[in-house]
T-cell receptor, first 116, second 111 residues
Framework: GAVVSQHPSWVICKSGTSVKIECRSLDFQATTMFWYRQFPKQSLMLMATSNEGSKATYEQGVEKDKFLINHASLTLSTLTVTSAHPEDSSFYIC????????????FGAGTRLSVL | GENVEQHPSTLSVQEGDSAVIKCTYSDSASNYFPWYKQELGKRPQLIIDIRSNVGEKKDQRIAVTLNKTAKHFSLHITETQPEDSAVYFCAASTQAGKSTFGDGTTLTVKP
């Protein structure tokens, strides 16, 4: 089956530093990947759509200069949380669609970010 | 944009009983409706899905129904077991793959 790998699974950082999260599709190509954020006991909120070879599309209210997304290849998208603050602490999850046109999403295992 | 509402937010049933979770969506362009089960700290796990050209789909103890005219879809779990306890999310997705999630239902199955 389709596998999406996400790293790191858990990261603690100091306030003001930047953190990079990687999302890789291991056995399929993904022209589109999605980044979600999930606060405790809440739903998954779409942050942005990552498009291979072009700029990401951000959802309303998501700061594109704070959450930098790069989709450099058909199997890798990265999310960089810049100048992280405690309120950025959350569970970040990526997902990817195989190029089958069936819009099924395969999720990464998620990254728990704690900003001190 | 799409808006997905999910009810109830919490559901407690006795083992062996059935559980029903309902969702409504607003965007008629949505054509794919997955249901996910999420355990604490884990990724969402797809348990069943339905496309807009189908009214009902069943997989063992799990079934999903879709009323495209009314823009609502439901998850049915029969013969519930304690291991069914988790948070369940519905979602509505467009052809481009962009998904909007419901707020989730915490299902507790009491032995």
């Amino acid at each position: 089956g389709a596998v999406v790998s996400q790293h790191p699974s858990w990261v603690i950082c100091k306030s003001g530093t930047s953190v990079k999260i990687e999302c890789r599709s291991l056995d399929f190509q993904a022209t589109t990947m999605f980044w979600y954020r999930q606060f405790p006991k809440q739903s998954l909120m779409l942050m942005a759509t990552s498009n291979e070879g072009s700029k990401a599309t951000y959802e309303q209210g998501v700061e594109k200069d704070k959450f930098l997304i790069n989709h450099a290849s058909l199997t890798l998208s990265t999310l960089t949380v810049t100048s992280a603050h405690p309120e950025d602490s959350s569970f970040y999850i990526c997902s990817a669609n195989p190029r089958t046109g069936k819009n099924i999403q395969y999720f990464g295992a998620g990254t728990r970010l704690s900003v001190l | 944009g799409e808006n997905v509402e999910q009810h109830p937010s919490t559901l407690s049933v006795q083992e062996g009983d059935s559980a029903v979770i309902k969702c409504t969506y607003s965007d008629s362009a949505s054509n794919y409706f997955p249901w996910y089960k999420q355990e604490l700290g884990k990724r969402p796990q797809l348990i069943i899905d339905i496309r807009s050209n189908v009214g009902e789909k069943k997989d063992q103890r799990i079934a999903v129904t879709l009323n495209k005219t009314a823009k609502h879809f439901s998850l049915h779990i029969t013969e519930t077991q304690p291991e069914d306890s988790a948070v369940y999310f519905c979602a509505a997705s467009t052809q481009a793959g962009k998904s909007t999630f419901g707020d989730g239902t915490t299902l507790t199955v009491k032995p």
